[in-house]
């Protein structure tokens, strides 16, 4: 076994130990050791911006793109902001404990179930060394003991920053281990952590598709992820066109690289000839790359210049001001083109026909479907979890923005006085 496997394998079972620890803390004590972690991020920000600097004059040195500079810098907004989120998590109710369907039986035993902490959780995460406390937060909250493992380009950052969480812990008396930082830049250490399935209960990657693809195809242990942000905006024939107009333009352009940005626009043949031209102006003059079918360039006009779509274009997730546009000939062929071609992220209906709208929540198998509202509300803070881990496209254990709950599973128990089985 290598120096590295030897590493992991270390940290992971000094998380297994700390798991079972933290799994038995009060409500009140984690509470308090979030709050005590913002204290110390803020007290600390000297020291995490000098750490900082490494990362940026590596990044700079390295030819790193201005932007990805950008998301790595340390400043006292990003410091404070990170403490706030730290506060706000620790605001949350705790989810470790509740106890649900507790539920007689004839011989008196209630049986029931008890929401209880999913263990060790692996994070392997690239770039925003915000990550390091945002996951570390909702980890030691729902009562899991968590490895960070950061991208290399923020290898000091997210050290800095692992390191005063973990003083946290320690000042109200909880393993230090619950939170710890794969300390390394070899890529040896993500392919021994994505092996530690005696001790790691499960990977969350936060990254582009190639990590989260690799991580997939190497994890022995399950994995909560989604690949694709491919989402959908149907405008149905009874869809109310101002809504329309500003659903479409909001779920594209408020912010196009994100996940829950809509890549697809799907509209109705019978309204497309009133609904295109302006929608494809107003998304022309804000700076959007239009990509349509051939119904789609021959009544969005003249003046736009619609680029033919290929079969490529309906399954890429742009990310960019880029927006695939087709013209369908009935919410049958909206659904069948959502069902070949997304990637089980968000989808949107904008329609004032309630059947209708309740066939495509019905209907439509991704993780978000939504009703006359836009697809960038596919976010955990947006959906009142208070914050997310991120956004799971599987059906097995958590599907859609994983929060505090996402982080826990359920146990039964059971209650009874003495009852034998005959």
């Avoid at 992991?8 to 079972?13: C, Q, S």
């Avoid at 998301?71 to 509740?98: F, H, T």
């Avoid at 969350?204 to 994890?219: H, Q, V």
């Avoid at 992820?225 to 405008?235: A, Q, R, V």
Wanted: glycine residues 8%; proline residues 3%.
């Amino acid at each position: 076994m290598s120096n590295i496997e030897n590493m992991v394998n270390t940290i992971a079972k000094n998380a297994r130990e700390a798991a079972r620890e933290l799994a038995g803390a009060s409500g009140s004590n984690k509470k308090r050791a979030l709050e005590i972690m913002a204290n110390l991020l803020v007290a600390g920000s000297d020291e995490l911006k000098q750490e900082n600097e490494k990362d940026l004059q590596a990044a700079e040195k390295n030819g790193l793109t201005s932007a990805m500079i950008d998301r790595l810098r340390l400043s006292d907004k990003v410091i404070n902001g990170m403490a706030d989120g730290l506060r706000q998590v620790a605001a949350l109710p705790d989810p470790v404990g509740e106890i649900t369907e507790m539920k007689p039986r004839p011989n008196g035993m209630k049986v029931g179930r008890m929401r209880v902490p999913l263990g060790v959780i692996g994070i392997i995460y690239e770039s925003r060394p915000n990550v390091t406390a945002d996951a570390a937060a909702l980890c030691v909250k729902s009562g899991n003991a968590v490895i960070l493992r950061g991208g290399s380009e923020a290898r000091y950052s997210n050290r800095a920053i692992a390191d005063i969480l973990a003083k946290g812990l320690k000042e109200c008396g909880l393993p230090e281990a619950a939170v710890q930082f794969i300390d390394t830049t070899d890529r040896a250490a993500v392919g021994a952590l994505l092996r530690c399935d005696e001790n790691v209960d499960v990977i969350i990657p936060r990254g582009g598709k190639g990590l989260i693809k690799r991580i997939m195809e190497d994890s022995t242990i399950p994995v909560i992820k989604h690949l694709d942000g491919i989402c959908h905006t149907y405008i149905d024939r009874y869809a109310d066109m101002q809504m329309a107009q500003d659903l479409a333009f909001n779920g594209k352009m408020h912010r196009t690289g994100v996940c829950n940005a809509t890549e697809t626009l799907l509209v109705h043949k019978d309204v497309a000839k009133e609904f295109l031209p302006t929608i494809t102006h107003r998304l022309m003059d804000a700076g959007c790359e239009i990509r349509g079918c051939e119904q789609t360039k021959n009544l969005s006009g003249t003046s736009v210049p619609v680029v033919l779509a290929n079969d490529e274009d309906w399954d890429t997730e742009y990310l960019e001001a880029i927006l695939s546009i087709k013209v369908v000939a009935s919410l049958e062929d909206a659904m069948d083109h959502i069902e070949k071609h997304s990637s089980r992220h968000t989808e949107v209906i904008v329609t004032e026909n309630h059947r209708r709208a309740m066939r495509f929540l019905r209907e439509v198998d991704s993780s978000s479907v939504m009703v006359n509202a836009s697809s960038r509300f596919s976010d955990g803070f947006e959906y009142g979890l208070g914050a997310e881990m991120g956004i799971s496209t599987d059906k097995l254990h958590v599907r859609g923005p994983v929060g505090l709950e996402g982080l826990t599973s359920l146990k039964y128990i059971v209650m009874g006085d003495g009852q034998l089985r005959g």
